[in-house]
């Protein structure tokens, strides 16, 4: 089975920084885009940022300039580096990735989440 394991989330206060961490693991064909999300208490899940296996990312305009998304392919691992971190940030980060376990069906994977809370 796959498995997404996030890391990295914790209490910071405003103004600090965080980085996320989503390793990949099990039976992996091929992974496309992965990404992060986030849902705050009594909101909707929203993206944060995805980015493809050849690099090219894709961000919420309201984070640009703050979050920067990355990759390691060879560790099948995606991170998210959280600057100048907000209240309104709080949320629970998940990871996501598009990948192949067999050779024809793309599918949707999530992480179990990893708590980010932003103090004033």
């Known amino acids: 089975q796959v498995q997404l394991v996030e890391s990295g989330g914790g209490l910071v206060q405003a103004g600090g920084s965080l980085r996320l961490s989503c390793a990949a693991s099990?039976?992996?064909?091929?992974?496309?885009?992965m990404g992060w999300y986030r849902q705050a208490p009594g909101k909707q899940r929203e993206l944060v940022a995805d980015?493809?296996?050849?690099?090219?990312?894709n961000y919420a305009d309201s984070l640009k300039g703050r979050f920067t998304i990355s990759r390691d392919n060879a560790k099948n691992t995606v991170y998210l580096q959280m600057n100048s971190l907000k209240p309104e940030d709080t949320a629970v980060y998940y990871c996501?990735?598009?990948?192949?376990?067999?050779?024809?069906?793309?599918?949707?994977?999530w992480g179990q989440g990893t708590q980010v809370t932003v103090s004033s």
């Open positions: 996501h990735a598009v990948l192949k376990t067999g050779w024809i069906k793309w599918n949707d994977y």
């Open positions: 099990g039976s992996i064909f091929s992974i496309n885009t």
């Open positions: 980015i493809t296996n050849d690099g090219s990312t």
